[in-house]
Nanobody
């Protein structure tokens, strides 16, 4: 059974930092590219950052570039998202997704597995 478990969300003030983690079990982690998405109420799930199987390729959405950093530890089956200089508009539920494609797709429907999400709330 494949499981993706996110953690690290919370309530913070604008300018603060958080570190999200997503630990994966039930699949061969280094065979999957990983990504973080976020979804607000009534909105589609949107790509935030993605990292290739080996970690050699990384992509960010324009809205988080320079503030968020994605990384992975294949020995720990975990992908991370460091969120710095948080803004109220970053408030959302953050999901990690896994895809076995060789590229880093941005449409959420191209991801095979999802976690349950972790809430990030940023107050002004």
């Amino acid at each position: 059974q494949v499981q993706l478990v996110e953690s690290g969300g919370g309530l913070v003030q604008a300018g603060d930092s958080l570190r999200l983690s997503c630990t994966v079990s039930g699949l061969t982690f280094n065979n999957y590219a990983m990504a973080w998405f976020r979804q607000g109420p009534g909105n589609d799930r949107k790509f935030v950052a993605g990292i290739s199987k080996s970690g050699s390729a990384i992509e960010y959405s324009d809205s988080v570039k320079g503030r968020f950093t994605i990384s992975r530890d294949n020995a720990k089956n975990t992908v991370y998202l460091q969120l710095n200089n948080l803004k109220p508009e970053d408030t959302s539920v953050y999901y990690c997704g896994a895809t076995n494609r060789y590229v880093l797709p941005q449409p959420s429907y191209l991801y095979d597995y999802w976690g349950q999400g972790t809430q990030v709330t940023v107050s002004s």
